[in-house]
């Protein structure tokens, strides 16, 4: 949620941050919604105030034996149009929430612009691709004789899911058992265990409803199960009044996330890039203000260090303003060589979100010196996508002849096995 302040302050720097979007201008609908509202507050007390009057003036009257009949009768209509005004400033209220909730996040002034992902800037190349004397495989081929089976998980749920087995899934395990320890051990986050169903509030807090409700599952009971544990990790401190001595926080959680795709039809059909559900490393650091940008710095290190563990070859890719998500207001992408595409694919994007979702939720600071609260900045990064890190190993420690070496940073976590065999 944007600060109505600095829309009703800079209205014009509102709408040209929009215009970097490719979204239209909208401060002049937000202020006259803003400026309906404020001025049935003040018709309101400007009522309540006569209303005061009259009832005391009712007791005086009385007092002296005097008619208060008139008085009496001004007061009842003042009633009447109080609680006509009250319900008008209720709707005029909504209306302008229900508005402001669906703006996004404004971007940082050194996002680049763009409309597309064709606008993404490239920052820097980490580590070569390997070189193979044999036509590199896609995951999809490689995995079928090491455990991976799309069939079988058709048959129960449909497309987009996969049943992993044998020491495929004792890997999918040992990853992300191994993101976690390097995380909580090296990197300062405390693992945290998560609800994976949460109410409409929290997915509001943080940015995925209203405008994002087809992109996730809802149960029958009104749970939605999370796209992200970025959504529970972050609601951690909705509502809360932290001391500034307690920042940053910073939590991880490895859970199951579901995404419905609504948007990506057709993407990644194939494969286990585009799951309903899938095993994700999740980071989200609660910063101060002031250092939220160095937080966002160090987050993304901490997840490229995974994958330098890994010895995977990575770019990072920072986001254009066409391309970025709703609540944040710098994304960087972290790509991943997938030989067997024969391209870069994302396996993390940490962004910060400012206060966009501090306000959504009310999480606040103490600062040490001076008076009054300050909202918290939030943000958050995969440590990693579980599934893809997978895939990236897959294919760039294949074999000729279909076996996979196994990361060494990894062995200790698969019982000191060194290939998947067929």
């Known amino acids: 949620m944007l600060d ?21 201008a909208q401060s002049a609908g937000v ?3 803003d400026k309906k509202r404020r001025a049935t507050q003040t018709e309101a ?29 001004e007061v009842a209509e003042i009633k009447d149009k109080l609680q006509a005004l009250e319900e008008e400033e209720r709707k005029l209220g909504e209306a302008l929430e229900a508005l402001l909730a669906g703006i996004p996040n404004v971007p940082a002034a050194d996002v680049p612009e763009g409309r597309d ?11 070569a691709p390997p ?43 040992a990853l992300a058992a191994f993101m976690l320890d390097i995380h909580t051990e090296e990197f300062d986050y405390r693992e945290t265990y998560v609800p994976q169903l949460v109410r409409s509030q929290a997915a509001f807090n943080t940015g995925q409803l209203p405008k994002f409700a087809e992109d996730l599952f809802r149960t029958t009971n009104d749970y939605w199960l999370i796209p992200t544990a970025e959504l529970p990790l972050t609601n951690l401190v909705a509502g809360e009044i932290l001391e500034e001595s307690a920042l940053p926080l910073r939590f991880t959680a490895y859970t199951s996330c579901f995404r419905s795709e609504a948007g990506a039809a057709g993407k990644d059909t194939r494969g286990m890039v585009r799951q309903h559900q899938f095993g994700k490393v999740e980071l989200v650091s609660i910063a101060h203000p002031d250092h939220s940008g160095d937080e966002h710095e160090r987050m993304t290190a901490c997840a490229e260090e995974i994958l330098r563990r890994l010895g995977l070859a990575y770019r990072v890719v920072v986001l ?7 609540a944040a207001q710098k994304t960087y992408d972290i790509e991943v060589w997938l030989p067997g595409q024969n391209t870069y694919r994302e396996i993390s994007s940490c962004s910060n979100c400012g206060d966009f979702q501090a306000r959504r939720m009310a999480a606040r600071f103490r600062p040490k010196e001076g008076k009054g609260m300050r909202f918290v ?34 062995r200790p976590y698969m019982g000191g096995l060194e290939a998947l065999v067929p």
């Open 131 to 173: 070189e193979f004397d044999f036509k590199p495989l896609e995951h999809i081929d490689l995995g079928a004789p090491l455990g991976m089976d799309f069939e079988r998980a058709a048959k129960m749920s449909g497309a987009r899911f996969v049943v992993l087995s044998g020491a495929l899934a004792r890997m999918e395990r």
């Open 377 to 410: 900045h939030t943000l958050n990064g995969s440590g990693l996508a579980v599934g893809r890190t997978l895939i990236a190993v897959l294919e760039n420690y294949q074999r000729e002849d279909g076996s996979v070496e196994v990361p060494p940073a990894l």
């Open 4 to 24: 109505l302040k600095w829309i009703r302050d800079e209205p014009a720097a509102f709408d040209a941050a929009l215009a970097r979007r490719g979204l239209p």
């Open 117 to 127: 992902e064709t606008g993404n800037v490239v920052l820097r190349n980490v580590g």
């Open 31 to 33: 202020l006259e919604l």
């Open 320 to 326: 254009c303003t066409g391309d970025m998500g709703f």
């Open 45 to 73: 007390q400007q009522l309540q105030q006569r209303r005061n009057e009259a009832s005391k003036q009712i007791g005086q009257a009385k007092a002296k034996g005097g008619d208060a009949a008139a008085l009496m009768a």
